[in-house]
């Protein structure tokens, strides 16, 4: 998905967020196709360490200087990323990461408050549904929209990419922008599924 064409002009020269980036592949990918910078965050430090640094290290990228990592939950992401990071980043990337019902409004909370307006796009690339936890792209996209709109915000989204083969789980990649609501427009944010 992010080798293609749009997707490579997009990334050069950009500031990259990977959210819960475990193997950090899509960020690391992303350094590859030349952003300026790519940060890394997942909740867990032993991932970061152990994983995400590592593969970074067998990638090359270890010391190209255009790299940061940081741990922990969503909710205080803000205040340990550096000063000037609201809505700065200009692609937000995210896999696997809503699976959980109490984490989604943290998720959707730290991409609205993080993704650059109007020309920042996130990509979030996911399950439609998680059995037995309830997570998924519906609960998901409910809490997006609802955040946005409290925010004076609309969600853009494209037509999501679906993925099934008919052996496991429907897959979506679901690639959205936020942009500014007028006061005259007091309509719900629009585009995406419902």
């Known amino acids: 998905f992010l080798d293609a064409p749009r997707w490579r002009s997009r990334i050069q020269g950009a500031r990259v967020l990977e959210l819960g980036c475990g ?19 997942d909740y867990n ?17 270890e010391d190209l200087g255009r790299m940061r990592f940081f741990c922990g939950d969503w909710g205080s992401l803000e205040d340990t990323l550096p000063v000037g990071s609201r809505a700065s980043y200009d692609l937000i990337l995210t896999a696997e990461t809503i699976y959980s ?4 409004p943290r998720l959707a909370r730290c991409i609205v408050s993080l993704l650059r307006p109007q020309s920042g796009m996130a990509i979030v690339a996911a399950k439609r549904y998680y059995f037995g936890v309830g997570g998924g792209f519906l609960a998901f996209n ?20 679906v993925i099934e083969d008919g052996r496991s789980n429907v897959r979506e990649i679901l690639a959205f922008s936020l942009q500014s609501r007028s006061s005259s427009d007091p309509s719900e944010p629009q585009g995406l599924l419902t």
């Open 101 to 104: 019902l109490d984490a989604i």
């Open 142 to 161: 409910k809490a997006l929209r609802d955040e946005a709109h409290r925010s004076g915000m609309q969600v853009r989204a494209e037509e999501p990419v």
């Open 23 to 41: 193997h950090g592949l899509p960020g690391l990918l992303a350094l590859h196709h030349g952003a300026a910078a790519v940060h890394m965050q």
């Open 45 to 61: 430090e032993d991932v970061i360490c152990t994983t995400t640094m590592a593969n970074a290290r067998i990638g090359g990228y």
